[in-house]
């Protein structure tokens, strides 16, 4: 985002958590407004949240993100409306910003009683405020608990009507719905936009990340969608333990908001199948190993809490196991270039558009899920292509390899032609350099050359077939060919193969334990 | 009749028309309006805009035929007609007078509804491309001969010419396969006691394990208990040793004492008794044509309720039971000893409907294009589905004599639910079969003319119309419509069956309304990969070749060292 800028500042105001233990120790704020109005700003604002810098377009309109003023009836705060003047005023081709509040009003209404509420458009100079109706974690977590009951129950012939009485999907629009309003603001009036909730770290996580993915083809590539989870959701204090329920602490904290946000990405995917570089199974295992606490991502509900529990040093990074696995969560369908991957994604939240996610939801449901996963064979393929690629590199050395050799020996009798990994550059020097034929230690023999010869097997196993275990693979678990034999293998036997680097692009090629050893390339 | 009589205002000028367009950067509909003028000939409404330095010429055609139905809306200010057609794209046309919008309109409503066969769009096409025999003789009864009996000696089944004039069976092909050992004398017998004259005859022979799907009508017992000796010959002799015979019967089987008194029936176990009857109920072409308008509006207005709406419709209900029903068959007639015969009322829809989805999961080859075009002419063209009553209007109209149903619509769409369950095990992909859906309700090849053989002769079709299959299998045509996935897959294949495994058919019943641009750029993508992915392998082929011989060389050369061979 080419910060900081003139206009945006980091500040080490809460390096110590001091203002806001829920926000990470570095923030963003206009470069022109002074701590005492952070200060005083953050006291307005319930937990400490204060308005900060979620995403900055090219065109200076900003995306900010905090919690709801404790306004009260008629409660204020100068300082919070000064701080407002200078966020405002970062964006010089908009002469008003928007205020955001994705709470349906009625519930803003009555967290007013509470001496909490909203933004008095009378008191903040220039602003345009907004209630767009999410609604809270509540109905959230009763509406997942129908939908999974709608996706088990086995005598499903109203399958349909049950889920509209989910209303899953209707809330899944909502989301998507109101980051749509942002992106708009942002991208197409040029306007800046502040969002909040109630404490912003639900709704205005999700509707922030939702609309930074939309705005900026960086966060749909697998680097970038990983710094949008750790920076909205992460730093800016989602409650992972409480929402997912990782200590048995308290059931009405539960509720699916990440997953929910994985779904509203899933279905950006589902719509745009070319423009993100991450595939369905990734969302999938992300869902996954949120709640797994196989890893200690996720762990804790803020940074400061990670911080004291040293998740650091004392646990792995689901992050790095992630890239360990690459190859299972890479869009073979992605294009970067393609219209719709490089510019803003403007999805069809029409509810026909939206789809039931059947690939989570009946997971392990085999019977449910299509025998023939498209995806799958499409992965293959390209996975295919780029292994024959490198073998082809290796053919081709190869035949060179053997016409010098069959050349030089016109010329002398006694030449052995050395196999290390340069060899190729030696022949070109021995070509010249009549004494460094001598130093040629291994012979290119017949064996070596069968070795190379099948290296890699033309004609894979479909990806209909099962793994040689005969394990039936559940509908988010990968399937990798061996390059070398071609035979299908499951996740679980994935780990007594091998990934090995071709020696012409350094490329990783995988392949199974059977073939690792006649396999070179 | 002459066209021109029907057309009192060959032009109009000063005409708008409003369309939905999909505007792909936003990614929405907006609303089109175009000026020009609308010109009405034998078989189209032309619209073309007024010359403009701005934009370039449109023009907009609609084939009369493809028009569903005609909404007028005259008021003191507006004289507008709304246009629904079959493919379930909408206009709205504005006059600038109130008698032009009614003479349009009146002639509009006769041509959109013409019955007269002779004078539809296909005779009048053969210009787009040359008539070819072959393709209208591209199946034959012979031809599924020779794949169900490779041996013909060793054949319990021979082909009748009973009905070569047509006159045992009016709706029957004139070559059916039958039992060797029934004469033609006792097919005529059966053939009076089955509704249209259409006896048992044979539709699929599974070679993996001798099993068999026969179809008929429904027997004709009527109150007084009729049988006929004949027809429980044919059963009989059908079934070999070993085998359970069922027939499937696709009606309620609360409804059968209707059936009886209305001088049809069933076949009575004490007169058939080697055969078990199994009544399933399949919603009938007419209810199905409820469902289909239901499915549509939930569709074309879906802002609430939108699921509840699709499930209301039962258009889900009768897929999920057309495949049920079908995969039970396969699963009797290859894992069991099942035998089928399949009836409803007359045959003549669910019938056909249940055997060639059955034929799709039991038959690797139907899952072929050729093969899919062979099981569209054996089991829905010869088999006598009445083409030209049941899609003489779509999901906006009826006709008074409620004539129509969409089966072959639900065949479609089945069969697309299948390809997304099995992506890569068919051959020709979601396009041909939309290609399939857009040439039944109008087309300018005459395939889908008429309602059965006998009246496709008649009418001459072979020889005045180019066939649909011509336009299939022209170069450039047939690459549309190939799965670049596709690998053969010898097996049965298994649907998933419950809801959640099956999808709404976006890209046809949404077409107007979705941006398939993100997913057209998706299907491209994976042409490229499978391109691409060719290449690679002749590439490596020749490389392994060239390294043979070079190898070959350095040993005879002497500079390879061979000592461990």
Known sequence: MGLPNNKWTMTNLNSDYQICDTYPNVLFVPASVEDKILQSSANFRSRGRLPVLSYLHPNGASLTRCSQPLSGFNGRCDEDEQLLQHILMTNENSKFMYVVDTRPKINAMANKAQGKGYENETNYKNIQFHFIGIENIHVMRNSLDKLVKCADSSSNSSFLTELEKTEWLKHIKAIIDTSVFLVEAINDQNTSVLVHCSDGWDRTAQTCALASLLLDPYYRSIHGFQVLIEKEWLLFGHKFSHRCG??????????????????????????????????????????????????????????????????????????????????????????????????????????????????????????????????????????????????????????????????????DENVLIDLSEDDFEKIEISDKNENEKKSFEKKLTLDEISIDFNSIDLNWKSTRKNCVCYEPFDFASSKLNCSRCGEILCERCVENGKYVSSSASNKLIFVCKNCVDQFRL | MDFMDLIEMPRVDNVKVYRQIQNYELNQLVTQKLFGSLNLTSHHLIFITQTDLQKPREEIWIVHSSIDSLEKNVTEAKFQLMIKCKNFQIYFVDFPTAYCCNSIHKSLESLSNLTTENMKLPFFCQTISKINQEDWNFYSIEKSYKRFFPNEDSSEWRISEINNDFKISPSYPKKVIVPKNIDDQALIKSSQFRSMGRFPILSYYHKKTNSFILRSSQPLLGSNNKRCKEDELILKCALPKGKQGYVYDLRDASILKTAVSKGGGYETEVNYPLWKRINKHMDRFDQLHISYSKLIDACINSSTQFFYKLDTSAWFYNIRQALYLSFLIADEIHNKNG?????????????????????????????????????????????????????????????????????????????????????????????????????????????????????????????????????????????????????????????????????????????????????????????????????????VEKLRNDLLELQKEAIDVGVLNSENY
């Open chain 1, 246 to 411: 990782h200590l048995f602490e308290n059931d009405k904290e539960i509720s699916p908001i990440f997953s929910q946000f994985l779904e509203c990405v899933w279905q950006l995917q589902l719509q745009f199948p070319c423009a993100f570089e991450f595939n369905e199974t990734y969302l999938i295992k992300l869902h996954e190993h949120v709640y797994s606490c196989q890893f200690g991502t996720f762990i804790g509900n803020c940074q400061k809490e990670r911080n004291d529990l040293k998740i650091n040093e004392l646990t792995y990074s689901l992050w790095d196991y992630f890239q360990s696995k690459i190859y299972d969560f890479i869009n073979p369908l992605y294009i970067p270039n393609s219209f719709y991957s490089n510019s803003v994604l403007r999805p069809d939240t029409r509810i026909f558009s939206l789809k039931f996610w059947r690939s989570l939801y009946n997971r392990f449901d085999s019977a449910i899920n299509p025998s023939e996963k498209l995806i799958d064979s499409v992965s293959m393929l390209s996975y295919n292509t780029s292994s024959l690629q490198e073998y082809s590199k290796l053919l081709e050395k190869r035949c060179a390899q053997l016409k010098k050799l069959i050349q030089l020996n016109k010329n």
């Open chain 2, 339 to 539: 035998c089928f015969l399949i009836h409803g009322w007359d045959g003549l829809d669910n019938t056909l409907l249940i055997s060639s989805l059955a034929q799709i999961l039991l038959d690797p080859e139907s899952r072929t294009l050729d093969g899919f075009i062979d099981l569209i002419e054996k089991e829905w063209l010869h088999a006598g589905h009445p083409f030209s009553k049941r899609y003489f209007k779509s999901a906006f109209g009826t006709t008074p004599q409620k004539q129509e149903g969409p089966v072959f619509v639900l065949f479609l769409d089945c069969v697309r639910q299948l390809c997304e369950q099995f992506c890569l095990s068919f051959e020709f992909n979601e396009d041909f079969l939309i290609m399939l859906f857009d040439n039944l309700y109008t087309s300018e090849y005459g395939t889908f003319l008429g309602n059965n053989q006998n009246e496709r002769e008649q009418l001459l079709v072979s020889s005045r119309t180019v066939s649909l299959w011509t336009y299939v299998k022209n170069e450039e045509n047939i690459k549309k419509f190939i799965n670049p996935l596709y690998k053969i897959n010898d097996d049965v294949i298994w649907p998933s069956i419950f809801t959640q495994s099956l999808s709404l058919w976006s890209n046809l019943f949404l077409r107007y309304q979705i941006n398939s641009k993100p997913s057209d750029e998706a299907k491209k993508e994976i042409v490229k990969l499978v391109e691409t992915n060719l290449q690679v392998k002749i590439k």
